[in-house]
């Protein structure tokens, strides 16, 4: 039985759906059970290296299956942003293949000549180096102005985490003195986006998350249903001291205690 009042979920994915290339326990069935429903389901991710068809790709191989058009991502977010307000602007990225793609998907021109960028857009990039830092540096103080998919400081794989995004925009506003706007969680730009395209109000929407920097205070932002997960970042001693706009309506273990709690 769908759980009442509710009909849009809206589901992070590292640390949520999967680690690296595993899925965390309970998400396949959960998932496929809220589908088969006729639910709603979204995904929201603050991850930039991938387009939206690799993730889709990467979900089918865990056994959950969903088109491009269910997935949001920071770049998708970004790429969506900038079309709408500044269409065929010349982007420096600074991140991977998915970022660009997404950007050059839309009609956004590629350009590492810092003289003639309109905007740096970064992310998270895992060949991140001295020379790129200095070409972000560069277009900026020519004049480019700065956007990060997100800020993410970590990024969980296969039993750890690594440094996210959030550490590539941190060397560049570092470096620039110039504070990015942000596009992904906790900003609502992309979680509003979403409900905007389903129809959906944030009383009948819940997003389910495992970070409380990004995915429980931009729902609690947004006035949506909120549901920490500690599959991923978040510990229970960490999850039991949080209060105020930081405080998930819902702690669980997993997505195998999702419609038990929410429903």
Do not use: W
């Amino acid at each position: 039985m769908a759980c009442v009042g509710i009909k849009l979920y809206i589901f992070d994915l590292d640390g949520v759906v999967y680690r690296g290339s595993e899925p965390v326990n309970g998400a396949v069935e959960t998932i496929g059970s809220l589908q088969e429903e006729g639910n709603k389901v979204y995904f929201l991710t603050n991850n930039a290296t991938m387009d939206r068809q690799s993730f889709v790709n990467k979900l089918g191989r865990i056994g959950i299956h969903v088109t491009a058009d269910s997935i949001m991502t920071s770049a998708y977010a970004t790429a969506l942003y900038l079309v709408r307000s500044h269409p065929g602007a010349r982007i420096m990225v600074i991140g991977e293949e998915g970022l660009r793609r997404e950007l050059s998907d839309v009609g956004m021109k590629i350009s590492y000549a810092p003289d003639k960028t309109d905007f740096v857009v970064a992310g998270l990039d895992k060949n991140f180096t001295y020379k790129k830092l200095t070409q972000a540096h560069r277009a900026i103080i020519h004049g480019a102005a700065f956007i990060a998919t997100n800020r993410d400081n970590t990024y969980p794989v296969e039993g750890e985490t690594i440094p996210g995004g959030g550490a590539v925009v941190t060397a560049i506003e570092t470096s620039t003195g110039k504070s990015p706007i942000v596009i992904g969680k906790p900003e609502s730009f992309a979680l509003t986006l979403i409900m905007e395209i389903t129809g959906m109000t944030p009383a009948e929407t819940v997003t389910i998350g495992d970070r409380v920097d990004t995915d429980i205070i931009g729902g609690n932002r947004a006035g949506v249903q909120t549901v920490l997960v500690l599959s991923g970042v978040t510990t229970a001693d960490e999850a039991a001291l949080l209060k105020g706009t930081s405080r998930p309506d819902i702690i669980i273990k997993d997505l195998s205690e999702l419609r038990n709690n929410l429903c």
